[in-house]
Nanobody
């Protein structure tokens, strides 16, 4: 069982930047594909970005493409989400997720494809 812990959320003004990170609560194998999802009040959890376990493949939701960057430090089993040019509509609870299915280049954008989830971190963008 892998427990994920997110950190780095907070309050930022529109147009600003924020970085969130996610790491396992204990040392874990780096062979996990990971992703970020977000959930806004009253809405379903939606895909934001994903990265393969090798770190060589990434995929983004259209709404964040060009503004957000996902990266992975396999030595620390940590995944990062750098968020730039933030908008008020980016305000949400952000969750990281991990799965060990697929190959080294596999990436996943559906919630059901992930086996492990963090508790989430709040990101608030003021306009």
């Amino acid at each position: 069982q892998v427990q994920l812990v997110e950190s780095g959320g907070g309050l930022v003004q529109a147009g600003g930047s924020l970085s969130v990170s996610c790491a396992p609560s204990r040392r874990a194998s780096s062979s996990y594909a990971m992703g970020w999802f977000r959930q806004r009040p009253g809405l379903e959890r939606e895909f934001v970005a994903a990265i393969s376990w090798s770190g060589g493949s990434t995929y983004y939701a259209d709404s964040v493409k060009g503004r957000f960057t996902i990266s992975k430090d396999n030595a620390r089993s940590t995944v990062y989400l750098q968020m730039n040019s933030l908008k008020a509509e980016d305000t949400a609870f952000y969750y990281c997720a991990a799965t060990n299915r697929g190959g080294s280049s596999s990436i996943f954008d559906r919630t059901w494809e992930y086996d492990y989830w963090g508790q989430g971190t709040q990101v608030t963008v003021s306009s």
